[in-house]
């Protein structure tokens, strides 16, 4: 196969499909060839109807959420990358999030931002299914004792997150797992920026725009009923491909 070929196979390319952290992996693929071109970031789609959270999400919040912010930072992220692979090198929006540094703030902010959200869209997607696969449940409970005080330290951390931001629930390099918060767009692969950095499997987007026309400053409510629309089996692909870095 030729090298090209691989990439695009890999989802190197710049798709913003893949979502999972390739560090060094491509750069070691890239190692003496001569760069491919850049493909700017698009909107993945939803997935799922903008109704299909209700009513713990509103349509109209997922629509403008989804088309409007998500899609904003997808066009200042193009904008700031400027047809280039991020540092020479860095082709996947997980990879750009790893390598940002702290005074890049176009590429922190709007790198972030479509990461973030596109995994947010699939982590809450709506199911029928609320069974925690095992090994993930065998996790939690060895890491945090129940999901009931796992569930608790997510709404403690999105709830005192001051201003706009996430809660996280993410993968140490070591293998366990973490509840942590960060401001803004920044995420736990920023390594550079982040008090404790892993790899999220889940997420809580605690910007007022991702609630306000339904709950107003009702933060806590809106907190509560994401955490009853987790989509466990994304968080459980999350965590199996995280756990095999
Ligand atoms: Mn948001």
Redesign the pocket.
């Known amino acids: 196969m030729k090298k090209r070929t691989f990439l695009k196979t890999a989802g190197l390319l710049g798709t913003g499909l893949l979502l999972q952290p390739v560090i060094g992996c491509s750069n070691k693929l890239l190692q003496g060839h001569a760069l491919p071109a850049f493909t700017p970031f698009s909107l993945p789609p939803l997935g799922y109807a903008y109704n299909a959270l209700e009513p713990a999400v509103d349509a109209l919040t997922m629509e403008i ?1 989804h088309t409007k ?2 899609q904003a930072y997808i066009d200042k992220l193009n904008k700031a990358l400027n047809g280039q692979a991020y540092k020479g090198t860095a082709f996947g929006i997980a990879e750009i999030c790893a390598l940002v540094e702290a005074n890049d703030a176009a590429v922190r902010n709007n790198a972030g ?1 479509h990461y ?2 596109s995994m ?1 869209w699939k982590w809450i997607a709506p199911t029928t299914d609320n069974s925690i696969p095992v090994d993930l449940q065998t996790r939690i409970n060895s890491d945090f004792g129940s999901l009931t005080e796992l569930k608790k330290q997510l709404s403690d951390a999105a709830k005192n997150r001051f201003g706009s931001g996430w809660a996280w629930l993410t993968v140490h390099k070591d293998g366990h797992l973490f509840v942590s918060s960060t401001p803004n767009q920044d995420n736990p692969l920023m390594a550079a920026l982040v008090e404790q950095p892993g790899t999220p499997i889940f997420g809580i ?1 605690v ?1 007022e ?2 609630y306000y026309l339904n709950y107003q400053n009702r933060r806590a409510d809106y907190i509560a009923a994401i955490l009853e629309r987790i989509n466990w089996q994304a968080v459980f692909e999350s965590y199996t491909l995280a756990i095999q870095r």
């Open positions: 959420h912010h998500h931002g973030n959200h947010f987007d910007w725009h991702a």
